[in-house]
């Protein structure tokens, strides 16, 4: 069974940082691809970053772009989200995501950006 085990979030200022965890297990963690979505409360689940598996590319949402970065350490078997000049725009839960012949989430941590 696949667990994806998130941490990390919190409350932070404007203009703040933050990097989330999600701990992966039951699965070979190198050949798998990884994403961080958030859901803001009345919003859709919005794709934030993914990275993949091998070679490890990335993509990001216009709206992070340039302010966070996705990255796996695969000893570890985890994949983070560093998170810089974070806006309150920002604030939801967030969940890492994975597939390994079916798809798997974590239980989201939340994150809220605020003065």
């Known amino acids: 069974q696949v667990q994806l085990v998130e941490s990390g979030g919190g409350l932070v200022q404007p203009g703040g940082s933050l990097r989330l965890s999600c701990a992966v297990s039951?699965?070979?963690?190198?050949?798998?691809?990884l994403s961080w979505y958030r859901q803001s409360p009345g919003k859709e689940r919005e794709l934030v970053a993914t990275?993949?598996?091998?070679?490890?590319?990335?993509k990001y949402a216009d709206s992070v772009k340039g302010r966070f970065t996705i990255s796996r350490d695969n000893a570890k078997n985890t994949v983070y989200l560093q998170m810089n000049r974070l806006k309150p725009e920002d604030t939801a839960v967030y969940y890492c995501?994975?597939?390994?012949?079916?798809?798997?989430w974590g239980q989201g941590t939340q994150v809220t950006v605020s003065s």
């Open positions: 995501k994975t597939f390994w012949r079916k798809e798997y």
């Open positions: 990275i993949i598996s091998g070679g490890g590319s990335t």
């Open positions: 039951g699965c070979t963690f190198s050949m798998i691809t």
